[in-house]
């Protein structure tokens, strides 16, 4: 009873940490995605005078082009957090962008796309990609192209939910939905359901594989109150293969911690990933190698104020980068692997005083180049050695 009552101290405590931070240094809306093209072009979308706009550099970040736009005029645009503007590219000058619509009521929205086939040029209507269009939450959107030029996007849902409480029972957390489009983006066909009981505002980290599926790394309510993460596969025509639980930290909180994982694979086709926790045994961030049943070569990412950390690899090198807050200014750090996770190398790389958005890992040609969007420097690149 001792130690389980000191292990919620400490998780009250470090919510209370995480909360004062996210106050002190709210991103207000810097939230924003970045992607290199088969060219070695950067592009970057962001929220820009209240729309989603569009970015490219030809200088790995040096300079940008000048904005061009993917959302309608005078439509709301979530950019915060998890919730932020996605962008992905694909042979042939095309660039797709997705994006949360906030609707009326709290805590709904529509999950909306956008593309570009002249090379950012110019974008076509937005479309909404799910057929469920009731007043409901449609949120959190994920975004990925496979090898194949299909593009998919994942989001979290609560239709589910919905119909649980309209037939009086209950139901844990959100569900997991996903679309996809054969013809690059023109239309996407009846989405369909991914998983039951996702958490209701992590992000979701898509990655596509050679054999055409894609796999996904979400925060997932295990019963009765467990947030702990789960990995599944699944294919662009609506085939899911079914969970397994990915992660083993026991996080019992019935409280939605806005801290989405992210995850990559390796020459060796195994499956890196980096997430938050506040679980009793090592709270923080950790960064593992999830296999079958658990996690291998696992660490603890940073100190007690590490959070938001992003992962990629390129052959069997792997990258991390985080950012921390030391109570008066914010840090961004990287880790570096050259043997798969094994052994390591940290890396200060910045730091600033004003606001700041999640940083993004990126690879091209073989290298990291880290994508963090702050007040002080907007879309700021630094490559890693």
């Known amino acids: 009873m ?8 400490l998780g009250a405590a470090l919510l209370a940490a995480c909360a004062g931070a996210r106050a002190q240094h709210a991103h207000g809306g810097l939230g924003a995605s970045a992607a290199f093209d088969a060219q070695g072009r950067l592009w970057a979308a962001y929220r820009h005078q209240g729309r989603v706009a569009v970015r490219a550099s030809e200088d790995l970040g040096a300079t940008w082009s000048e904005p061009r736009f993917a959302s309608p005029e005078n439509e709301p645009v979530a950019a915060d957090g998890d919730a932020r503007p996605k962008i992905a590219t694909a042979p042939g000058g095309r660039v797709y962008v997705t994006w949360t619509r906030p609707l009326s ?5 529509e999950i909306r796309f956008a593309r570009s086939v002249d090379g950012g040029h110019s974008f076509s209507e937005a479309l909404t990609v799910h057929t469920d269009r009731q007043e409901i939450t449609h949120r959190f959107d994920a975004l990925t192209v496979l090898p194949d030029g299909q593009v998919v996007v994942a989001w979290i849902d609560k239709r589910d939910l919905e119909a649980a409480r309209a037939r009086g029972e209950a139901y844990r957390g959100a569900a997991v939905y996903a679309a996809a ?9 009846r989405d369909f359901k991914v998983a039951d009981h996702s958490c209701e505002c992590c992000r979701l980290a898509l990655l596509p594989r050679a054999d055409g599926s894609i796999a996904m790394l979400w925060r997932h309510v295990f019963e009765p ?14 085939q899911v293969q079914p969970l397994r639980r990915a992660t083993f930290d ?3 909180v019935d409280a939605c911690p806005h801290h989405g994982p992210s995850l990559a694979e390796d020459a060796q086709g195994r499956l890196h990933a980096v997430w938050f926790t506040l679980g009793p045994r090592a709270p923080g961030v950790h960064y593992g190698r999830l296999v079958e049943g658990g996690v291998e070569a696992g660490r603890r990412v940073g100190g007690e104020d590490a959070a938001h950390a992003d992962i990629a690899v390129t052959g069997m090198r792997v990258a991390v980068a985080w950012k921390g807050f030391d109570g008066s200014r914010t840090w ?11 052994h390591w190398q940290e890396l200060a790389l910045d ?6 958005d999640q940083p993004r890992v990126l690879t091209h040609d073989g290298r990291f180049f880290v994508f963090w969007h702050t007040r002080e420097r907007a879309l700021g690149v630094w490559r890693l050695p």
Request: aromatic share 8%; net charge negative.
């Open 351 to 356: 730091a600033t005083e004003g606001a700041s």
């Open 225 to 238: 109150d467990i947030r702990d993460h789960a990995l599944a596969s699944f294919r662009p025509d609506g």
């Open 2 to 9: 001792r130690r389980r009552a000191a292990a919620a101290l």
């Open 181 to 189: 489009s054969a013809d690059g983006g023109a239309s996407f066909a």
């Open 332 to 342: 961004l750090r990287a880790l570096l692997s050259e043997d798969g996770g094994e």
């Open 105 to 109: 009521r709290p805590y709904t929205g």
């Open 250 to 252: 026991d996080w019992r």
